[in-house]
């Protein structure tokens, strides 16, 4: 009975592994231009999605009481994924922090179901300020968000952003002046990177 206990709990959480990299994969496909916003704020998880497969994976590993190249194989995954996270928390915490906070949040004249969200972080250590500026269309589980700039503000900071209409942004920097035009659907005719 002991044995069949533990192969389901081996199953279990090799289902649950291959669950969360499901999981992980769709919330960072959502993360593209046009992705749906509630996937990608909630699935967008890679080292916390990668930590609870490892978990998993030692659990299945404890569990397991088949062939020993079978447990040597999963053995050596899990000491592989686990080398490899412990770096990588460090760095997501400390030095490149996915922590943007959004500055400003703004419907456009006309139609609340489009929004203008700008997001800003710092450069690593220094003080460099980074936008991201974003177009939310729809409202709902079903709102889209697409990339319409990033702009490094150290370099060329943005000096005016705004809706110059229901379809049309208008963003002022240091080196450019631009009006962006916004399909039906909600996706900017361009997306400006910082040096256009």
């Known amino acids: 009975m002991a044995a ?11 289902g649950g592994a291959g669950a969360l990299m499901v ?4 919330g960072r496909v959502n993360r593209r231009s046009g992705g749906l916003l509630v996937l990608r704020e909630w699935l967008d998880r890679p080292l916390l999605f990668g930590t609870l497969v490892l978990a998993l994976f030692f659990v299945a590993l404890v569990s397991s009481r088949g062939k020993v190249w079978a447990r040597s194989a999963l053995g050596a995954v899990v000491v592989a994924l686990a080398m490899g996270t412990v ?7 400390v030095v490149f922090s996915d922590d943007h906070r959004t500055t400003r949040n ?16 710092t450069a690593g250590f220094g003080p460099d300020p980074l936008y991201w500026v974003y177009l939310d269309e729809g409202t709902g589980l079903g709102t889209r968000r697409w990339k ?3 702009v490094n503000g150290d370099a060329n900071g943005i000096k005016e952003l705004g809706w110059a209409g229901p379809d049309r942004l208008r963003l002022v920097t240091e080196q450019a002046d631009l009006v962006i035009r916004i399909a039906g659907n909600g996706r900017p005719d361009r997306t400006v990177e910082d040096g256009y």
């Open 4 to 14: 069949k206990w533990d192969r389901w709990v081996m199953w279990g959480a090799l």
């Open 23 to 26: 999981a992980a994969v769709t």
């Open 87 to 93: 770096p990588l928390w460090f760095l997501s915490t």
């Open 106 to 121: 703004e419907a456009a004249p006309g139609r609340p179901d489009r929004r203008l969200v700008v997001e800003q972080d």
């Open 148 to 150: 319409v700039a990033y």
